[in-house]
Structure formats: C-alpha cells, structure tokens
C-alpha cells in the first residue's frame, strides 16, 4: 500500500439482477468473486470491524500486513447468496451492517419498509454470523440520523442494538452510520448506546487519528472496474477517484445543517 491507512470496503447488494433503486450501489456477483481474488493474489489481510477497533484501541498491537476491511451495508439477500461463498473460499472475514427493521422474519411491529431490494431473513444473518461474519448495526429503519428528533435518534439505534442482541444472543459492537451522515450529536448518541467503532463514508482510506466514530470507507459500485478496484486496496489515487463524490458530500451537508436548523426553529415556535 503506497500511502498510510486502511482501505475500508463499502459494498451494499450483491446481485446480479438487483432492483433498479438498488442497481449503482449494487455489484454483480462475477465482479465481487473477482475482487476477492486479487485481495488473496495481492496478499491482503481482510479484518472484521471489531478487530480493527481491537488493535488501535490496544495502541501496542500492530496491524497485519496489508490490512482490508469488507462491509456491506442494509443486510441485502445477495450476501448470503451470492458473497458468503466467495468469503468462505478465501477463508475471508467481513462484517454486515444490519438496518434491523428491513429484516425478514420478526413480526409487523419491528417491520419497516422501504428496502430498495430483497433483504435477508434472520436465519440468513445468523448463519452469516457462524461463518465469520461479523453483524454490526445500521439503525432500524435507514433515515438520516442527523435530521431526526433526539428522542427518534434514540429509538433508531437503541432498538438497532437491542434486536441484534436478542437475534444473535451477542451486543454489536460497530454501528455504520446510513448513508454515511452523522453529526456530532449522532456520534455521542452512538456512543452512549455501547457502539465501540462507527463507520462513515468520505470516501478515503481509514486512519486511526480520524477517531473512532468517523471512521472512513471508500465506496464499491457496480461500475467500479477492477483496474479502479485495485487502485483503491492499494491506496493510490482515492482522493481524485472520488473526487466529484466529496464535492457533492460537502454541499450536501450544507443542505442537511440548514435543513435540521429550521425544522428546530419550527419545532420552537409550534
């Protein structure tokens, strides 16, 4: 790796023919088998969420060489089907953050629609589980945790954490933020609920001074060849690959501050 940092993967669907809401940041199954091929070939050493937590909160244990991170994101039935496979060959692990309302098999209460494609059952997730890969959470029902209600805010992780308990007998550790917004507050209120390690997005390798609830991911997409994979395990290239990404994120965020701003200001004068 030609720059300081850990690449960490952000894959979500697996699929070969996903639905077209999730279609951009789906990846297709000959393409994902592929990418862990050069990670073997490459000499990569795939760590779960919890084990990079692990050693740069110790700060005397050293990373593996070339370390890489695999995730997936929502918790889509193409993981099951189609990746755990291709990690099972390789002897890889991975870590899988649930949105815990989108999962199949509990009843209407703990439902919440709006999964943009098949998402998988519970039984699916343990079984994901007992084959090495991690399940960290992703809130229940998908919002933008910025944009919400303390109270809501709340809700949305605590209720994450408690269903992964009782589903898998075991606490998360990691939580990933939905689509990689948070805030100082979501960070806090992450922390508070017993999260160790939260991952973001921005789009560039990980470093340990960035703390350990804004961790950064680099995105995979169905479009992502696989000369532009192997830059990013790599590292060479991240900031200008992503470079109109960043741009977007930045005025996004904006957006999302001003729009949080007036809806208090609402809230205040109802």
């Known amino acids: 790796m030609t720059t300081a940092g850990v690449p960490i993967l952000m894959y979500h669907a697996v699929a070969a023919a996903p ?19 050069l990670l073997a070939d490459r000499g990569f050493t795939p760590l779960t969420t919890r084990q990079l937590a692990a050693v740069w909160r110790d700060g005397r244990r050293a990373l593996p060489a070339r370390p890489v991170l695999i995730t997936f994101d929502d918790g889509y039935e193409g993981v099951h089907r189609h990746a755990l496979p291709e990690l099972l060959r390789h002897g890889f692990p991975a870590t899988l953050f649930t949105s815990t309302g989108w999962m199949r098999g509990r009843g209407a209460e703990d439902h919440a629609p709006g999964a943009p494609d098949t998402t998988l059952d519970w039984d699916q997730v343990r079984e994901l589980a007992a084959s090495g890969v991690e399940i960290g959470g992703h809130s229940h029902s998908h919002p933008q945790l910025d944009q919400l209600s303390d109270e809501r ?5 605590l209720r994450c954490k408690e269903i992964l308990a009782e589903e898998l007998d075991s606490p998360p550790i990691s939580f990933a933020y939905p689509y990689g917004y948070s805030s100082q507050r979501v960070r806090r209120t992450v922390r508070t609920a017993g999260f160790g390690i939260s991952l973001a997005v921005g789009n560039r390798l990980a470093a340990r001074a960035q703390g350990p609830y804004a961790l950064r991911r680099v995105t995979v997409r169905r479009s992502t060849s696989i000369a532009e994979f192997e830059r990013l395990v790599e590292g060479r290239a991240v900031a200008r690959s992503f470079a109109k990404d960043r741009a977007l994120t930045k005025s996004y965020a904006m957006v999302r501050r001003t729009r949080r701003a007036l809806g208090k200001v609402r809230g205040a004068r109802v």
């Open 19 to 37: 639905a077209k809401a999730a279609r951009g940041l789906s990846v297709a199954p000959a393409a994902f088998a592929e990418q862990m091929e």
């Open 153 to 157: 805010l709340w809700f949305e992780v």
